[in-house]
């Protein structure tokens, strides 16, 4: 594809775990860059595979049409990085050289930011980024797009859990996503009249757990939802849970401590228990009106980032504001809960 005649080439790829607002970003990105700065924008497929191996579509206006709502991505996604192969960097390095690329849009969370960071710290790459994730772990932004779409979800389904639960006095432990970081948990939990939340930041006692469902029904409820985020963890000598093994990432392969929590809860109460795991249903879908809008704005404001050359940046929300920061900011760190909001608003309602 040729260089534009008075515009930027720009590439875009999105990497990591789809989340909802992924096809909003993209849509916005190429009609303020084609329709607006007359660029040129390549989409990469799969990531980062797709600039390695320079497969990829040249993107116009009639190709993201209708995309504003639907879920996923239409450049598809995958894990990984350049620096997973001996050769991977000069991959793209001869990637941006062929296509005369003027700059590279990574729409990713914490993974991919990190890669992009290191991309254009240490190889110069001209390189910015947008931060998604459903997660809300992305240090440097106060949201990503598909956390509050995820939440809505997992909201949803807590409220119809509640009739369930109330029709068999039973108590129904909800898993939800969170690996490192309890925000889908800490806020569908609270939004949903959760008996009890519980996230990575705070290590659970399954005794003070089980108190707090006999508590409940104690007085007179006869029905709990426990939610739980993936990557929660138990004190430390309090519950020995099950060996977990690695994925193809070495990361330990979670979506099982829902299942230890839950017959643990029966045993020291004698109440019927039973486990529902959420798991990518909170994925996928629809986006939410936010998450719809903030994925346009972040669309919008990279390009302008782009032709201001604020590379190795990335465009953020600050107090409502579209803002960018360095990409160091949130490279190899996860964004935590609000620790006054789990224990000043959360555990107000347990029980």
């Not at 909802?20 to 916005?28: D, H, Q």
């Not at 729409?107 to 947008?130: C, R």
């Not at 138990?234 to 829902?258: H, Q, S, W």
């Not at 032709?307 to 953020?316: L, S």
Request: proline share 4%.
């Amino acid at each position: 594809m040729a260089r534009s005649r008075n515009g930027l080439n720009i590439g875009v790829l999105t990497g990591g775990g789809d989340c909802p607002g992924l096809n909003a970003v993209i849509r916005a990105i190429v009609r303020k860059a084609t329709d607006v700065n007359g660029d040129k924008v390549f989409g990469f497929y799969d990531a980062w595979d797709g600039v390695l191996e320079k497969r990829y579509i040249g993107l116009k206006t009639s190709d993201v049409r209708g995309i504003l709502p639907r879920g996923g991505t239409i450049l598809g996604t995958r894990r990984g990085s350049p620096f997973d192969t001996k050769d991977g960097v000069a991959k793209v390095k001869k990637t941006f050289s062929e296509l005369e690329l003027d700059a590279l849009i990574v729409i990713g969370g914490n993974g991919s930011l990190t890669v992009a960071a290191e991309l254009h710290d240490k190889h110069g790459l001209p390189i910015i980024g947008v931060p998604k994730t459903i997660d809300n772990d992305v240090v440097g932004t106060d949201a990503t797009f598909g956390f509050q779409t995820a939440v809505q979800i997992a909201t949803d389904a807590i409220d119809r859990l509640h009739t369930t639960a109330e029709s068999h006095d039973r108590v129904i432990v909800v898993e939800v996503m969170g690996r490192d970081a309890g925000w889908i948990a800490l806020q569908a939990g609270i939004a949903g009249g959760a008996t009890a939340i519980v996230v990575p930041e705070v290590p659970f006692d399954i005794d003070e757990l089980s108190q707090i469902v006999r508590k409940r029904h104690d007085r007179g409820r006869y029905a709990s939802v426990v939610v739980v985020a993936e990557g929660a963890k138990p004190k430390p000598g309090t519950l020995v849970l099950p060996p977990r093994v690695n994925d193809a990432y070495g990361r330990e392969k979670l979506g099982d401590i829902a299942y230890a929590i839950a017959p643990e809860i029966s045993a020291r109460t004698g109440f019927e228990t039973r486990v529902v795991q959420l798991g990518h249903i909170q994925r996928g879908g629809t986006p939410t009106s936010y998450d719809r809008v903030l994925s346009t704005r972040f669309g919008l404001a990279v390009v302008d980032a782009v032709h201001d050359k604020k590379f190795g940046q990335m465009v953020v929300l600050k107090c409502g504001r579209i803002e960018t920061s360095n990409l160091s900011t949130t490279a190899n760190r996860t964004r935590t809960i609000d620790l006054q909001l789990f224990n000043d608003v959360a555990t107000t309602f347990f029980g």
